[in-house]
């Protein structure tokens, strides 16, 4: 497995439509590897293909530890209820903002062996999975949110910050 590098805003590739996986290929499982491996190494939550420059609908979330979702060209097929809370992202860095997102939401995806499963998330993980897909259609968070925390306000929700 291999680190990759994430890519920050302001790279185009962020802001492309990734094209569909339409073969599990050896390359796309050392991707999933290494994506799990960049995005433990960051501490996030969710980490989407283009967000290491590669431009496939492939995301994985991992909210609760151990808990993976490899979703490959996933689709959201039900959403209920609604929520505003923080949110940030591996490629804007030391940013956050507040966004309106469901409450719950049910993807449908394609694990590693080419499966096609559904799985059902409330709260964070209905967050992650609504962030990391729309990443796949070139869509930030920014764009979404409602606020953007200033300065001073992160100041005061995170305490000092170090560094
Ligand atoms: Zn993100």
């Not at 909210?63 to 097929?77: A, K, M, S, T």
């Not at 309106?100 to 394609?110: I, L, Q, Y």
């Not at 729309?134 to 306000?153: K, Q, Y």
Request: hydrophobic fraction near 40%; proline fraction near 4%.
């Amino acid at each position: 497995m291999a680190l990759l590098n994430i890519v920050k805003e302001g790279d185009g590739v962020l802001r492309k439509v990734c094209r569909p996986v339409t073969e599990i290929t050896p390359r796309i499982l050392r991707l999933l590897d290494d994506m799990l491996e960049t995005l433990h190494h960051a501490d996030g939550v969710g980490l989407a293909a283009p967000q290491v420059g590669v431009l496939r609908r492939i995301c994985i979330v991992e909210v609760e530890e151990g808990v993976v979702y490899e979703l490959i060209n996933p689709e959201i097929i039900a959403r209920e209820g609604e929520q505003k809370e923080i949110e940030g992202c591996l490629s804007i860095p030391e940013k956050w903002g507040i966004t309106d997102r469901p409450e719950k939401v049910t993807v449908r995806a394609m694990n590693r062996r080419g499966e096609i499963y559904e799985a059902t998330g409330e709260g964070l993980l209905a967050r992650a999975f609504c962030h990391e897909l729309d990443h796949l259609d070139g869509i930030l968070f920014r764009d979404r949110a409602v606020h953007m925390l200033t300065d001073e306000e992160v100041e005061e929700r995170f305490g000092k910050r170090q560094g």
